[in-house]
């Protein structure tokens, strides 16, 4: 049987929860999809590139942001904490 003197999750909880999550998925899915780079962030990608008439090998490079870990670290950070934060909010009981 449920209890009616039972506290109830207030709304604000449900909410922060959810951004916690959503915010993890979706910065995972980010991260993913720029490169899934393990290092620091670039906005510069190297691109080897072989000289078509002396066959000698070089390095260009290409304008192209990848997230790096930190970004990942924040974003799992700030889920953490919002999560974390979900605690302090409960509804009183009547």
């Keep these: ?7 109830k999750s207030s ?9 916690a999550l959503v915010l993890i998925l979706v910065s995972t899915a980010f ?12 906005d510069r990608v190297e691109i ?4 078509p008439i002396t066959q000698i090998e070089y ?3 290409e ?10 670290a924040l974003a799992y950070g ?3 904490t919002s999560f974390g934060l979900s605690f ?7």
């Design 11 to 19: 709304p604000l909880r449900l909410i922060l929860r959810i951004l």
């Design 63 to 72: 304008e192209r942001f990848v997230m790096g870990v930190e970004f990942l």
């Design 31 to 42: 991260w993913i999809s720029t490169g899934s780079h393990t290092g620091f962030s670039k």
């Design 59 to 61: 390095v260009d490079y």
């Design 48 to 51: 080897p590139q072989v000289d």
């Design 78 to 80: 700030l889920g953490v």
């Design 1 to 7: 049987m449920a209890d009616p003197q039972r506290i």
């Design 88 to 94: 302090a909010f409960r509804r009183k009981p009547n």
